[in-house]
């Protein structure tokens, strides 16, 4: 299960829990909307507040395939939206 994902220049970091998550010198999160502590749109909101203070892109990974999900992510200022069921990944050692 994908969680939340934070990509640094040659490291990738996964946090379990919205909690934890902390932005350092990353150039893209992907997120997940649905964490262990937060749900939908609350995750999406603190993600983005974050993200926003270190100049960011966010992506939201969603298993829904919404179209209103992915257009009210994009008025939040997301980056863009993927479906989960559509990737193909490697999960981090």
């Known amino acids: 299960m994908l969680l939340e994902l ?10 379990a829990t919205l909690t934890d998550f902390e932005i350092g010198d990353e ?3 992907l997120s997940d909307l649905n964490l262990p502590d937060s749900g939908g749109r609350d995750t999406l909101r ?4 974050k993200a926003s203070t270190k100049n960011v892109f966010v992506i939201v990974l969603s298993g829904l395939s919404d179209e209103k999900l992915a257009q009210e ?3 939040m200022e997301a980056a863009g939206l993927l479906n989960q069921s559509n990737l193909w990944y ?4």
């Open 46 to 49: 603190v993600v983005l507040d």
């Open 73 to 75: 992510s994009i008025q």
């Open 27 to 29: 150039e893209l999160v």
């Open 6 to 15: 934070a990509f640094k220049k040659e490291n990738l970091t996964e946090y």
């Open 90 to 93: 490697r999960s981090a050692p």
